[in-house]
């Protein structure tokens, strides 16, 4: 029996904002404990961690349950892919060497069971202001990275959660159309010149949308893990957005 590809984003692990973070954490946990034998990928498309710099020689604590069990199904022989998002960041080796996992920053665009898939977290397509994208590209800055990282950890810390809280508070729907609309617009443009796509699947919105674009092609955002809990299955053929709620 063929295995299904899951596709999940937006988790925060560890956000102050989430009223149990441990809880969150379980239900991650139990949700990947249910597919482990059902999944053949796994693909987490950005912001899994609400917070993340790695050191050198020191790692944050925490997601000790979630980071073992991508180590178990990894260790099973499942791929798991892992993009970069705008909270999680400052991945390096640590993670894909500890958990054999697969760290992508960017775009990818590959052949899944058949099908051919545009992946990306999401906050770098389509139009953008320029105030983010500056901000986006001092994150990504090797010598800001470094500069940062000077920086004594109980300052940075409380720096990023706080600035991941106030991001959230300033979410609203219209903020939240808008971005949708954007994404989409940025999925058809991209299509027209690209008809081999059958799916562009993104996060970053905190928004479930499975809407066709062209003709099959066919344009995913995979909510949250806040209070939606949904993600993604391709079985082969057709994709489908559920959600966990065990």
Not at 14 to 36: H, M, T, W
Not at 209 to 214: G, H, Q, Y
Request: a negative charge.
């Amino acid at each position: 029996m063929s295995k299904n590809v899951y596709f999940l984003s937006d988790l925060h692990l560890g956000a102050s904002y989430l009223q149990n973070p441990l809880e969150c954490e379980k239900r991650v946990v139990r949700f990947l404990d249910s597919i482990k034998d059902k999944a053949s990928e796994i693909y987490l498309l950005g912001d899994i961690l609400d917070y993340w710099y790695e050191y050198r020689h020191v790692v944050p604590k925490g997601y000790v349950r979630f980071l073992g069990k991508l180590a178990e199904l990894a260790d099973s022989g499942i791929k798991i892919h892992w993009f970069i998002g705008n909270h999680d960041i400052w991945i390096f080796n640590y993670l894909p060497q500890e958990l054999g996992i697969e760290v992508t920053d960017g775009i990818m665009v590959k052949d899944i069971m058949g099908k051919r898939f545009f992946l990306n977290h999401g906050d770098a397509v389509g139009k953008r202001k320029a105030s983010f994208l500056f901000i986006r590209w001092i994150f990504r800055n090797k010598v800001c990275q470094f500069l940062y990282s000077m920086l004594p950890s109980c300052l940075t810390i409380p720096f990023a959660h706080n600035w991941s809280s106030h991001s959230r508070k300033a979410e609203n729907n219209d903020c939240i159309n808008a971005a949708l609309h954007n994404i989409t617009n940025f999925a058809k443009e991209h299509a027209q010149s690209n008809p081999d796509i059958d799916f562009y699947v993104f996060g970053h919105l905190h928004t479930i949308a499975n809407e066709p674009i062209k003709d099959t092609t066919r344009c995913i955002v995979l909510g949250d893990w806040i209070d939606k809990f949904s993600y993604a299955v391709f079985d082969g053929e057709n994709i489908t957005i559920e959600n966990f709620n065990n």
